[in-house]
């Protein structure tokens, strides 16, 4: 039997088989119905051992395929470390040259003071008189004794989300002080300008933007709670802004410290501690203070945005690690945050974040309590303050869960961690559950509607390809993890449709949509929330309708009755065990039923078949 299944085999493989003359000959050799229906049998046969044939080897270059996307990735960091390497070598390079240009450029300055220093002064002083006369509602400027003029000019403010033109204005740099006034569309007289915003340099922070074109020359000034961003006439002109405005600001930084340091007593104080848990603490003078200057650094948030957006997270992660040695000598609660890396594992870099947010949130409440203790008007302003740390704990919490597309499995299991963790909070009556969760909602909820799609799209897919044929697992161990994992889901009438055999009597499409239907449940209800019911409840009913519909279109079309009773009995195992399941368990979890589902159970009752017309009836 061997021998003639090998040689039909090698015959039908031949590169010179007729299919034609096969059948004729074939039909003049054969001597009635049951020899063609053997023949046929062995054909089949040869069919199906070619069909799993082929899957093995799909499943082999499969393995290969991922084997080798691995070694590519490994060879991918390998690149990047290079590239790392390499880009701090030119910083390396950058600065040294730096350095020595700004040691001449010092100098000189230095000498040009000695020589004309009254002078430089005085004129700096009468340019800025004539220009503030200009401005409207700004007389009291020149009473500061030393104010003068560093630089000035023309800029057009932007509102990066829009990507839009706000304003055109005119920018007043002085010696302590940035000065921004609007340009007067009625001018009256000598008045050009009017008062907008007046800056104290000592806490503005100066950021590049880099080009994206048609933004481009453009920079950012961060002075807590605005950011405004202005655009420059061409990047010459940029450049000179940036280096000025940054020359500037460290000239009165270092001004003020000179005169502290003369101003203090030769003996020595005992620096006095704040109490309040929101100031931030001010180096100590003995302390090496943390310099932000450096152009990578002002460049940071820029190249980790367009790294994100091109979802280069290696990239990403390489300047994170760069900073961190940076910044590694600074304890702090919030470097410690963005110190953290943004790990591959996900699950476990959450568990990082959760600990070193929530711990440090713990400790400020704890203290905030033994210093506020008889005066409770305050906690309010202390809950609006947990609410603007929590808005920042979710950012980072979203940017590595939800915008990295990670699976609805992991999403749910991090999103558990977090409440968790922020249940900890109750042992001192602060319960910011519910802010933690209005946070999340919208990320949440646009996680369920995304894995919501990816599990029509594969069920449609399937769909495609159904060939209503029980399933074969080939081997018992195979059939017992099956009925495992449908206990595991809720379905105990599965074993009814197995036998002694390692057939099961449902389709491969069937079960998986089952098995896929019920994680995408569970899931779900980790996540549940009252503003997310609809949404998931929707969600289940859009799943359940494509399977339904397949099966009750699969019905009317197929006309052989042995594939039609098939087909019923998969249609059977949808409605009396998936449906009554997933409503049953959707009960339990939110805690109150879910009519849709129900309405929809009813109406997909199963088909019976009428012998007697050929068609399926309800």
């Known amino acids: 039997m061997a021998d003639a299944g090998s040689r039909l085999r090698k015959q039908l493989e031949s590169s010179n088989f007729d299919p034609q003359n096969y059948v004729k000959q074939l039909s003049q050799q054969s001597d009635g119905d049951r020899d063609l229906q053997e023949h046929r049998q062995k054909i089949q046969t040869l069919a199906d051992e070619t069909a799993q044939n082929l899957k093995k080897n799909v499943y082999k270059n499969y393995r290969q395929f991922i084997e080798t996307a691995k070694e590519i990735s490994y060879l991918e960091s390998e690149m990047y470390q290079l590239s790392h390497i390499l880009t701090e070598q030119k910083s390396i390079m950058e600065s040294i040259t730096q350095t020595l240009l700004s040691t001449d450029k010092d100098e000189t300055a230095k000498e040009m003071m000695a020589a004309f220093p009254k002078e430089t002064e005085e004129v700096k002083q009468r340019t800025l008189t004539t220009l503030l006369e200009k401005v409207e509602g700004c007389q009291n400027l020149m009473e500061a004794p030393g104010r003068y003029l560093v630089y000035n000019g023309d800029l057009i403010e932007y509102d990066l989300d829009n990507m839009c033109q706000i304003q055109k204005v005119h920018a007043f740099l002085m010696n302590d002080c940035l000065l921004i006034a609007t340009w007067l569309a009625n001018r009256r007289g000598p008045v050009k300008y009017k008062y907008d915003t007046l800056y104290d340099l000592e806490p503005l922070a100066i950021v590049n933007v880099k080009d994206n074109p048609p933004m481009k020359d453009m920079f950012r ?204 909070l109750s042992e001192i009556g602060l319960d910011l559950t ?139 195992f949808l409605n009396e065990t998936v449906l009554t399941v997933v409503e049953k368990r959707f009960e339990e979890g939110v805690g109150k039923p879910a009519k849709q589902l129900q309405d929809l159970r009813k109406s997909s009752r199963p088909m019976r078949i009428n012998p007697d017309s050929q068609m399926s009836v309800v």
């Open 221 to 424: 000034i961060l002075m807590f709670p605005d950011t405004r961003t202005f655009q420059a006439e061409n990047s010459k002109i940029k450049k000179e802004w940036l280096e000025i405005l940054e020359e500037t600001k460290k000239n009165k930084v270092a001004k003020e410290r000179h005169t502290k340091e003369e101003e203090v007593p030769k003996s020595p104080l005992r620096p006095e501690v704040s109490t309040n848990p929101f100031d931030e603490e001010e180096p100590l003078e003995s302390e090496e203070v943390v310099d932000l200057s450096p152009e990578w650094i002002q460049d940071l948030p820029e190249d980790l945005d367009v790294c994100i957006a091109q979802r280069d997270f290696e990239g990403a992660v390489d300047l994170l690690d760069k900073l961190n040695e940076y910044l590694k000598e600074q304890p702090a609660v919030q470097t410690a945050i963005r110190q953290l890396r943004i790990e591959g594992a996900t699950l476990l870099y959450i568990h990082k974040l959760c600990n070193i947010f929530f711990t440090s949130l713990l400790e400020t409440a704890k203290e905030f309590q033994m210093d506020f203790a008889g005066n409770t008007g305050c906690y309010s302003a202390f809950v609006v303050w947990c609410r603007s740390a929590m808005k920042m704990f979710v950012d980072a919490f979203s940017k590595q869960v939800f915008d990295s597309k990670e699976s609805l499995s992991t999403a749910s299991e991090c999103v558990k961690v977090a409440k968790e963790h922020c249940a900890q």
């Open 434 to 572: 519910f802010i933690l969760q209005s946070l999340l909602v919208k990320d949440i909820k646009a996680a369920l509607v995304s894995y919501k799609d990816i599990i029509i799209e594969a069920t449609k897919h399937r769909n495609s390809e159904e060939m209503w044929r029980r399933m074969n697992l080939m081997t018992p161990e195979a059939l017992a993890k099956l009925k495992e994992e449908m206990r595991s889901c809720g379905m105990g009438s599965f074993e009814q449709y197995t036998g002694d055999d390692c057939w099961v009597n449902l389709s491969y499409t069937v079960v998986a949509f089952t098995k896929q239907m019920m994680s995408f449940l569970e899931e779900g209800l980790k996540l549940y929330s009252p503003e997310l019911h609809m949404v998931l409840l929707e969600s289940l009913r859009e799943i359940i309708l494509v399977a339904v519909q397949h099966v009750d279109y699969s019905l009317r079309c197929e006309q052989d009755l042995e594939k039609k009773a098939f087909i019923l009995q998969n249609a059977s």
